[in-house]
């Protein structure tokens, strides 16, 4: 696998590819990489000629700077992994060159898609969120990007940003890779205790059951499933919900009646151990 540093070698190595006519495959990362990262990097692999991935922890998006501080860091492992699945190239950048001095960095409209759940938790997230991907689209330039459904709010919002920049950039969503019980792999999941981390794959087994109800009830109501859902929280001594949301998937809006929507999508952060849990499951897509 080829390793960049700096913008300039992994561009002029990008310059070599594109007049070669290769299809670059993007998937951004921040690191401590697990077979969900890889699923994007295996997604992108069979649907381009060459993948790029990044490594960088990017400080703009973390709110909490204790979070920033604590977010695991295993470069070498990384690494390792990339090379398993034949990732082509891995950009790893320091802070200096993805924001230099003299950056010129344009506004989005992101239409309020970040003012809900992970937005209204942690200001300025997805500011951050948006000013990395937008620098690391512009250095990349790729011809598809591979973001997890995962991260649901952070995939509409990123594609809100392309809509507004007319960009020809394909955005792949790519579906949530799981524990074999149930809990949605994520970076984070290191540091939940022993106790925590058997009590965790409650969260998409709630999710589960609201999926259940919505499409076995004749007349299935948004507010009769976050109740149902409260009290399985509840049933199972899970009291510490940071938001627990069934929205619209195209405008993030809350949904009061499932006929005013074809996208409906459950988006919950539960926290255990301190740690957020982040998942979601799409209740219907028409
Ligand atoms: P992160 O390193 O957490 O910023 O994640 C990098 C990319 O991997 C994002 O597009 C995430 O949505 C995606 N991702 C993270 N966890 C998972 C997962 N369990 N399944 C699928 N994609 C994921």
Same mark, same amino acid.
């Given at each position: 696998?080829?390793?960049?540093?700096?913008?300039?070698?992994?561009?002029?190595?990008?310059?070599?590819?594109?007049?070669? +006519?290769?299809?670059? +495959?993007?998937?951004?990362?921040?690191?401590?990489?697990?077979?969900?990262?890889?699923?994007?990097?295996?997604?992108?692999?069979?649907?381009?000629? /060459? =993948?790029?991935?990044?490594?960088?922890?990017?400080?703009?998006?973390?709110?909490?700077?204790?979070?920033?501080?604590?977010?695991?860091?295993?470069?070498? *492992?990384?690494?390792?992994?990339?090379?398993?699945?034949?990732?082509?190239?891995?950009?790893?950048?320091?802070?200096?060159?993805?924001?230099?001095?003299?950056?010129?960095?344009?506004?989005?409209?992101?239409?309020?898609?970040?003012?809900?759940?992970?937005?209204?938790?942690?200001?300025?997230?997805? *500011?951050? =969120?948006?000013?990395?991907?937008? $620098?690391?689209?512009?250095? =990349?330039?790729?011809?598809?990007?591979?973001?997890?459904?995962?991260?649901?709010?952070?995939?509409?919002?990123?594609?809100?940003?392309?809509?507004?920049?007319?960009?020809?950039?394909?955005?792949?969503?790519?579906?949530? =890779? $799981?524990?074999?019980?149930?809990?949605?792999?994520?970076?984070?999941?290191?540091?939940?205790?022993?106790?925590?981390?058997?009590?965790?794959?409650?969260?998409?087994?709630?999710?589960?059951?609201?999926?259940?109800?919505?499409?076995?009830?004749?007349?299935?109501?948004?507010?009769?499933?976050?109740?149902?859902?409260?009290?399985?929280?509840?049933?199972?001594?899970?009291?510490?919900?940071?938001?627990?949301?069934?929205?619209?998937?195209? /405008?993030?809006?809350?949904?009061?009646?499932?006929?005013?929507?074809?996208?409906?999508?459950?988006?919950?952060?539960?926290?255990?151990?301190?740690?957020?849990?982040?998942?979601?499951?799409?209740?219907?897509?028409?």
């Amino acid at each position: 696998m080829e390793i960049y540093n700096t913008v300039q070698t992994l561009q002029q190595r990008l310059y070599q590819l594109s007049r070669a +006519g290769e299809k670059i +495959g993007f998937v951004p990362t921040m690191g401590a990489l697990h077979e969900g990262h890889l699923t994007l990097i295996l997604d992108a692999m069979e649907e381009n000629d /060459t =993948v790029v991935c990044s490594i960088f922890v990017n400080p703009t998006q973390f709110n909490d700077p204790n979070d920033l501080i604590k977010y695991p860091r295993p470069i070498e *492992k990384d690494i390792q992994m990339l090379q398993s699945v034949g990732c082509q190239i891995l950009f790893l950048p320091e802070v200096e060159e993805i924001y230099p001095k003299d950056l010129v960095e344009p506004e989005f409209d992101l239409n309020g898609l970040d003012l809900p759940m992970e937005g209204a938790k942690r200001p300025g997230h997805f *500011k951050g =969120v948006v000013r990395v991907v937008y $620098r690391l689209l512009d250095i =990349v330039k790729p011809d598809s990007l591979y973001l997890g459904q995962k991260d649901f709010q952070q995939y509409s919002i990123i594609a809100q940003m392309l809509r507004q920049m007319n960009s020809r950039i394909r955005l792949v969503r790519v579906p949530i =890779v $799981r524990e074999i019980d149930g809990l949605a792999m994520s970076s984070r999941n290191v540091r939940l205790s022993e106790n925590g981390r058997e009590l965790a794959p409650i969260l998409y087994k709630v999710l589960q059951e609201l999926e259940y109800y919505v499409n076995s009830q004749p007349f299935p109501i948004p507010k009769n499933a976050l109740a149902l859902a409260q009290e399985l929280f509840h049933k199972h001594g899970i009291e510490n919900i940071d938001y627990f949301e069934i929205v619209d998937g195209n /405008t993030l809006k809350e949904l009061h009646s499932f006929e005013d929507s074809n996208f409906a999508v459950v988006c919950a952060v539960i926290i255990i151990d301190g740690v957020r849990l982040l998942d979601n499951v799409i209740l219907f897509e028409k």
